[in-house]
């Protein structure tokens, strides 16, 4: 059992992440504010849901990273600025914390 600000969470069959994991670090970052600007708890729903789907695939940190930068790119349909990408950078070290628990070097194994 892994825990996310304090709750514990499944990670999911073979540490793969599930949805509730991410969606509480995706909140917990809130990358372009829409949750403190009052947007509804489902405001990243979307984005969890592609985040969630491309570390189906990701096999070490920086496609973790790439995933994300490029799923909130994506989402938003323009370039994210050098404040929401560090932003997406923690996020992503935290989800790769979750999934590899080691260095930078960690490849997850296909099994």
Do not use: P, W
Not at 3 to 15: H, S
Not at 98 to 103: E, K, R, S
């Amino acid at each position: 059992m892994h825990t996310v600000d304090g709750e514990n969470n499944d990670i999911g069959i073979g540490d793969r992440m599930t949805f509730g994991v991410v969606k509480k670090l995706v909140d917990k970052y809130d990358i372009f504010g829409m949750i403190y600007l009052g947007g509804g708890s489902d405001e990243y729903d979307s984005e969890t849901k592609d985040i969630v789907t491309r570390l189906e695939k990701a096999k070490t940190r920086d496609q973790v990273e790439s995933s994300v930068v490029e799923v909130f790119e994506e989402a938003f349909r323009f370039s994210i600025d050098e404040g929401e990408r560090e932003l997406c950078k923690q996020l992503a070290s935290e989800i790769s914390d979750l999934l590899f628990g080691g260095g930078k070097g960690t490849v997850l194994s296909s099994g």
